[in-house]
């Protein structure tokens, strides 16, 4: 579970969340995280599931997003831009050098809202 400062972070300041990104868990290597999201006093979660086979894939556990929201009817959180800004970021943490980058698939997360 990541601190719902991660997603303010990820949206106020894009340049810094690298730097930031060095003090939680490596978001690559976990099986699941969850991205509590708190915008205009309503809080919705992310879900990033197997952020982990991006690089290294295995069978049928495919890399997916999802954005849960109970309030999605009145639009308080728009789950495109939520999802857009995260695809966004795991993309560029691909891009970083990583110890086995040798099947890495850029492409391979589905969003899912």
Do not use: E
């Not at 699941?32 to 205009?40: K, S, V």
């Not at 857009?84 to 990583?98: A, M």
């Not at 110890?99 to 589905?110: A, R, T, V």
């Amino acid at each position: 579970i990541f601190s719902s400062y991660f997603y303010t972070k990820l949206s106020l300041d894009k340049a810094d969340i690298h730097n930031w990104m060095k003090t939680v868990p490596p978001l690559l290597d976990l099986d699941m995280a969850l991205i509590p999201i708190h915008h205009d006093l309503h809080w919705s979660v992310a879900v990033l599931c197997h952020p982990n086979r991006l690089l290294h894939p295995v069978g049928h556990q495919i890399p997916s997003l999802l954005h849960l929201d109970s309030g999605k009817q009145f639009k308080l959180h728009r789950s495109s831009t939520i999802l857009g800004r995260l695809r966004k970021f795991v993309h560029s943490l691909l891009l970083l050098p990583h110890d086995n980058n040798d099947n890495n698939n850029n492409n391979n997360i589905s969003p899912v809202n």
